[in-house]
């Protein structure tokens, strides 16, 4: 019987990502209450973080075939 292992490491940066970096950005970027110039700075890390992911699943479907 073969035990499956799992890569830890994937689930808590994707975790970091998402919940340390992601969310927070979007929703100051969501907030009516900051300023304009607040928000669309907010807007970088969310598109980078978004490309990042992107990139990452392009690879992953690029090299598991």
Known sequence: MDLLTMDWSG?????????????PCLLTLLDQQHRLPMRLLALIPCL???WFGYWLSQRHLKYSD
């Open 48 to 50: 980078l973080l978004s």
């Open 11 to 23: 689930l808590v940066l994707t975790f970091f990502l998402i919940y340390g970096i992601y969310a």
